[in-house]
């Protein structure tokens, strides 16, 4: 018999993305197929020419906000709006907050900060914008824009943060730190990062083909996610409509390398071993992987030994998919932004494929989505991310209540 | 936190800080501020800063070459507090041995040093080999790295109560069984764009620009440096009585706002507190709304003021404040470990000293 109260459950699901604002969008447009990434020049900085995917229209906070509040911030604080919207919550302010971004507000300052400080505080402004600096500043933001007061914690662990947020929160769930917890991550496009993937040579000049033979690396986007957590009885005592269950959750470390994954994914298959085994499934359970999948070299050979090796003994491939192919690698918020489609997927039945995939990485074990959205019952799904650093977590979903 | 999960001690005690690389406690003599050096400008300017050593002098073994300043700490203060809990990573599961970093700022100097790169190329002549060690994530992940650790490794911040969120974080993985071993970090480093920042914003000290002790009532001095604790669950320590615990934390609490006496009186169950170990973000429990939450929480029972080195360390001192508090407590018994913030926000851990 599952315990009402160490089961946690997802109430609400907040996005903002390339589609625009909220789950909804979003899933039209990835059933459609549509692909945000465009080509943009002199466009996030004089000199670069590439790939991204944008968010194009945003509505403005009010102004005093807007001063206060990094673009980081404005996205958190948007898909926040939205999760709280559409989980029916009236009881939001009691909750806990975990925010994940690796740029924070780096969004708000530019290369004269480090060349004479204090004559960029000094400008207009200047001060107040590089306060959203510290990466902890999108939690406080969303507390203080919802005035919320549990407690808040700011995560920043590379491109895996807005799934360690998840897990994260619902560990402060489960220790009765907060009735209700908001998790997610934001990042937007800056300058910041897409000259450094640059500079590493990480960034495909083409829309990226996660997982195929012929990848490239990978392309950036911008976009945050926020989901409602509670357990399931509390969601139950105020009536609440489950949206998914989290079954399991796993972070672990590489213990490799600063940016390169180790070679056979053993970190991630430890982490999907970890998080199948709280969620008490074996890998014939899982129907679908969202897979990391960010169309480097190096990742995806690594994911896919990860795949091979966590799903030995599966009766059939494990069918997987990179969603990065629709509007590129949202980098803090991808972990987030990845759980909710993989919550999308669960509740609508429908398995994205990953784009532009014509020659996959030969995988036996990995049955790649390609072509077409397949349509099947999906009781449980998973969802793993990675980063810099070899840091990896998976969160494993599923349908309905517990 | 429920108290139906197993307590969790503090095994182990590493730092980095204006005193330099020390396992266990610090010592009790004030420090001075140090005069930097190293950026142009009008004047003397001080600061508590971590003085020069080498790393693999403390460390052996340690190769710290393209690593700022914060990740060698992080990598030195983990290693001292790993040798002060006698943990001997050749006999532990790596696998179970997670890592909670806690920052305000993260690899600040490297951002800087990115930017710099930035103002004299353009964006796109950036240097490829700084820019992954300026995510706040780089020292902890080095930490796993160095030492082998394949189990959780996070990095948190909060804008008042970073140590305590980590130190939180930690214990509720080890009570929820994700891992057996954790090391919690939290430390910032002094940085020329940081510092002009809390100086444009009229937030420092006099004392930051004249020694005269008279000059220190208003603001406060930055600080730097990093603090470390190795945690581990109370009934791996009953199974090993050789081991020292400084420390049993038995409970946490942390919220931005909301009702902090109550909920730490719940806490308490009813009783009071031998000790009250105050932390802080540049407002001492003496002149702050701390005081009144002290007062009604403690009694007349003693209470430890924050660290005058630690208070400019934003929300990262809690571990500073806390280590020089076990290195000199005059009590033992129930304690309680807090933290208030302006906006009636608190951080409380209750502690049992030994």
Not at chain 1, 81 to 94: G, H, K, L, P, V
Not at chain 2, 338 to 343: E, H, I, K, Q
Request: glycine share 10%; proline share 6%.
């Amino acid at each position: 018999m599952t315990d009402p109260h160490k089961t946690i459950v997802v109430t609400g699901v907040g996005v903002v993305s390339p589609y625009g604002i909220g789950l909804d969008r979003l899933q039209t447009g990835m059933l459609s197929g549509k692909c945000c990434l465009e080509r943009t020049k002199d466009d996030v900085y004089p000199g670069f020419e590439g790939m991204t995917a944008k968010i194009r229209e945003l509505p403005p906070l009010a102004e005093d906000l807007n001063a206060r509040y990094s673009r980081t911030d404005q996205l958190a604080v948007m898909a926040t709006q939205d999760a709280i919207a559409n989980s029916d919550n009236s009881t939001f302010r009691e909750s806990g907050i975990v925010m994940a971004s690796t740029l924070g507000g780096l969004t708000e300052i530019d290369a004269g900060i480090a060349k004479d400080p204090a004559a960029w505080y000094r400008r207009p402004g200047g001060l107040l914008r590089a306060a959203s600096y510290p990466f902890g500043h999108v939690a406080d933001a969303v507390g203080e824009h919802f005035k919320i007061c549990g407690p808040r914690c700011g995560i920043s662990v590379a491109c895996a943060s807005g799934a360690v947020a998840i897990g994260l929160a619902a560990n402060m769930l489960l220790e009765g730190a907060a009735p209700m917890m908001l998790a997610g991550g934001s990042d937007p496009l800056c300058p910041f990062t897409l000259s450094g993937f640059s500079a590493l040579r990480a960034l495909d000049p083409d829309p990226c083909t996660p997982f195929d033979q012929n990848r490239k690396g990978l392309n950036l986007g911008e976009g945050a996610a926020v989901l409602v957590l509670e357990t399931l009885a509390a969601a139950e005592a105020r009536d609440a409509k489950v949206l998914a269950v989290l079954h399991g959750w796993g972070i672990t470390n590489d213990a490799f390398h600063p940016t390169a994954p180790q070679e056979e994914g053993s970190g991630l298959a430890d982490c999907i071993g970890i998080s199948m085994e709280m969620a008490k499934v074996s890998g014939d359970d899982i129907g679908y992987v969202n897979a990391h999948g960010t169309g480097t070299p190096l990742n995806d050979r690594a994911e896919a030994n990860a795949y091979e090796s966590a799903f030995r003994g599966r009766k059939r491939p494990i069918p997987v998919s990179s969603t990065k192919s629709y509007f590129g690698h949202c980098l803090g918020a991808a972990g987030a932004l990845e759980a909710a489609i993989t919550i999308m997927a669960i509740r609508s039945g429908a398995l994205l494929p990953t784009l532009r995939l014509t020659n996959p990485i030969d995988s036996p074990g990995v049955e790649w989505l390609r072509g077409e959205v397949r349509r099947q019952p999906l009781p449980l799904a998973m969802s793993a991310s990675s980063g810099f650093g070899g840091t990896n977590t998976v969160l494993i979903f599923g349908s309905g209540r517990a | 936190m429920t108290s139906s999960l197993p307590p969790v001690a503090i095994t182990g005690i590493g730092s980095v800080s204006p005193y330099g690389p020390l396992a266990g406690t610090i010592p009790q003599n004030p420090i001075e501020p140090a005069t930097l050096t190293n950026w142009k400008g009008n004047g003397e300017r001080r600061a508590f800063l971590v003085p020069a050593f080498r790393a693999a002098e403390v460390v052996p073994g340690l190769k710290t070459r393209r690593l700022d300043r914060l990740s060698v700490w992080a990598l030195v203060a983990s290693s001292l507090a790993l040798r002060d809990a006698g943990i001997d990573l050749n006999q532990v599961d790596r696998s179970r041995v997670a890592v909670v970093f806690a920052t305000a700022f993260g690899c600040v100097e490297l951002t800087e040093a990115f930017y710099l790169s930035a103002a004299a190329n353009g964006w796109s002549g950036t240097d490829p080999i700084t820019f992954p060690e300026t995510l706040a994530s780089a020292p902890a992940s080095h930490v796993s790295m160095f030492h082998g650790l394949r189990g959780p490794n996070i990095t948190v911040s909060n804008k008042y109560f970073a140590g305590e969120s980590a130190m939180m974080q930690a214990a509720i993985m080890l009570r929820q069984r994700q891992a057996d071993v954790g090391i919690v970090l939290a430390g910032d480093a002094v940085s020329r764009s940081m510092y002009s920042w809390y100086e444009e914003a009229g937030l420092l000290s006099q004392a930051c620009y004249n020694s005269d002790p008279a000059s220190e009532a208003e603001g406060f001095i930055p600080g730097e440096g990093v603090a470390a604790l190795v945690m581990e669950p109370s009934e791996h320590i009953h199974a090993r009585p050789d081991r020292r615990s400084y420390a049993v934390i038995n409970s946490g609490r942390w919220a931005a706002g909301g009702q902090g006496a109550k909920i730490i009186r719940e806490m308490l169950g009813g009783s009071v507190p031998s000790l009250t170990i105050c932390s802080g973000n540049g407002a001492p429990c003496a002149t702050s709304s701390t005081s009144a939450l002290v007062r009604e929480i403690g009694g007349d029972n003693p209470v430890i003021l924050p660290q005058a080195f630690a208070q400019g360390l934003a929300g990262t001192g809690a571990l500073f404040h806390l280590i020089a508090a076990l290195s000199n407590r005059p009590v033992s018994g129930q304690a309680i470990f807090l933290a208030t913030a302006r906006d009636n926000g608190f951080a409380a851990l209750l502690l049992e000293l030994p």
